[in-house]
């Protein structure tokens, strides 16, 4: 049996932990694959992320933060990113991707999250200029993109519920890999990036998981648990 961690604080009324299991549950029955997945708070992880961890083939930083434990949050995506560990991380798992990374990979130290600290004069994730809470919105996926094969199409719809993204700033990073753009908004924003060279590295600041509300499977997810199994 396969087993995903889904690395978060869970709420009943956060409409993407609600989500996620049915998304989870359709993609594992359209593979034909057994999949157990596991909540785990960021409270409960510790400092010892290599044990907490051990077993799961996949892991997923999910939406809902601020987190009860930012470092926790941050240690698994390392883990999974240095280990070469299946990882998917959505809205909230998109911006401490961003986090984990602009600290192991580009050199920032103490990147900043301008939710946890709106006195950063260079965040790495800042506030949107227009929020995305409960909207949907076009997506651009960039043309040879891992993502853009996954989907099989350049255009997409996807919602989100969030109000903090990657600054334009730390956005022009991502023109040199290996970490790179995955897909656009029609304004330009990054809304996905993908890790070159990691079997699959994955985070996107909307929630694909929503799809499964509307009893819709969605290919990221898809290939998330295929890649895990």
Avoid at 13 to 34: C, F, K, M, N
Avoid at 74 to 83: G, P
Avoid at 94 to 118: I, N, R
Avoid at 177 to 199: C, I, K, M, S
Wanted: aromatic share 8%; hydrophobic share 45%; with cysteine.
């Amino acid at each position: 049996m396969r087993r995903i961690a889904l690395v978060g604080d869970f709420r009943p009324e956060v409409t993407a932990h609600r989500a996620i299991p049915l998304a989870l549950g359709r993609a594992a029955t359209d593979a034909s694959v057994t999949l157990r997945w596991d909540w785990i708070d960021t409270a409960t992880i510790g400092r010892n992320i290599e044990a907490r961890l051990a077993g799961y083939t996949g892991v997923w930083v999910v939406p809902a933060s601020p987190y009860a434990d930012t470092g926790a949050a941050l240690a698994a995506i390392r883990h999974a990113r240095v280990n070469q560990i299946p990882f998917l991380g959505t809205c909230g798992g998109f911006q401490h991707a961003m986090l984990e990374y602009a600290a192991g990979c580009w050199g920032v130290s103490d990147p900043a999250h301008a939710e946890l600290s709106p006195e950063a004069d260079d965040p790495v994730i800042a506030p949107l200029s227009c929020g995305l809470v409960e909207v949907k919105g076009d997506i651009q996926l960039v043309p040879g993109s891992r993502l853009a094969t996954i989907y099989g199409i350049l255009e997409t719809t996807e919602g989100y519920h969030c109000n903090y993204g990657l600054s334009q700033r730390y956005a022009a990073r991502l023109e040199s890999g290996p970490l790179r753009v995955g897909a656009r908004d029609t304004a330009g924003d990054v809304r996905a990036v993908e890790l070159d060279g990691h079997p699959f590295y994955f985070a996107t600041l909307f929630q694909p998981e929503r799809s499964a509300l509307a009893e819709r499977s969605h290919p990221l997810i898809a290939a998330f648990v295929r890649a895990a199994a």
